[in-house]
């Protein structure tokens, strides 16, 4: 069962953490056994919020030792992924619904060697992706309206996330699965059981005052997710 079981991924989303503590915090989750730093980027256009750009980018790329998953919610995103590539993004992923040319874009993120992902807001079907399934290192599948942390799952998300499966294999893409939004214990076990294999979570690990715990608490309860699931891709 282990050799087919999924590589589950922990992604902590650091619009939760202290923003004049990063380091700190980026610290605590890496000796937690975090995965990736998921870093989201707004822009007050594409998400009501505004958060970071390439400048923190760079220097979160100076502490932390685990790759930079960069989540760009902003308006024309083909405009600044030379920048986040540049200021060290290892992952970058665009919405759907922000670009006309997804598989221009795509293509450019991959050619300038990061790895490239596809967004769908809650209310993008997963059809959408059929004619980029192959072309997708990762899809993002967002369980609530992005633009803030500490927002409640979507429960909706979970057949989401077979359906987004269900197109993925259909084209025979291998690309993994993001979830990102009101992750948390509780719920983490239907997540990995619906196909998801890289988990975003802010609030269920930066909200509690032990991010380090909270990295590995989330992890356990993704691993015994996957143990009680049975062999899966
Ligand atoms: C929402 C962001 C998420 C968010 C997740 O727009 O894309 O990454 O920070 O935070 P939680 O886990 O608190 O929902
Ligand atoms: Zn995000």
Redesign the pocket.
């Known amino acids: 069962m282990s050799a087919t079981a999924p590589t589950i991924q922990i992604a902590p989303?650091i619009?939760?953490a202290d923003f004049a503590a990063l380091g700190r915090d980026i610290a605590a989750v890496e000796r937690g056994g975090a995965d990736l730093i998921?870093v989201?980027v707004?822009d007050g256009h594409f998400?009501p919020?505004i958060t970071i750009g390439p400048p923190v980018v760079r220097a979160v790329k100076r502490i932390a030792t685990k790759p930079l998953d960069v989540?760009l919610?902003i308006e024309e995103p083909d405009r600044y992924i030379d920048d986040f590539v540049a200021a060290g993004a290892n992952m970058i992923s665009v919405h759907v619904e922000a670009v006309p040319h997804l598989h221009r874009t795509i293509g450019y993120i991959k050619k300038l060697g990061a790895r490239a992902g596809a967004v769908l807001n809650p209310s993008t079907p997963a059809v959408l992706l059929e004619d980029i399934a192959r072309d997708l290192d990762y899809v993002l599948v967002?369980s609530?309206?992005?633009?803030?942390?500490?927002?409640a799952f979507i429960p909706h998300s979970i057949e989401k996330l077979r359906r987004v499966r269900a197109v993925l294999d259909a084209a025979g893409s291998s690309a993994a699965i993001e979830i990102?939004?009101?992750?948390?214990e509780g719920n983490v076990a239907d997540i990995v059981a619906a196909g998801a294999t890289i988990l975003?979570?802010?609030?269920?690990?930066f909200?509690g005052g032990d991010a380090e715990a909270a990295t590995r608490s989330l992890r356990q309860a993704a691993l015994g997710a996957v143990q009680g699931a049975g062999p899966r891709r």
């Open positions: 989303s619009l939760s998921h989201d707004m998400v919020n989540h919610m967002m609530v309206n992005p633009g803030f942390g500490g927002q990102d939004g009101g992750v948390d975003v979570a802010g609030n269920a690990i909200g």
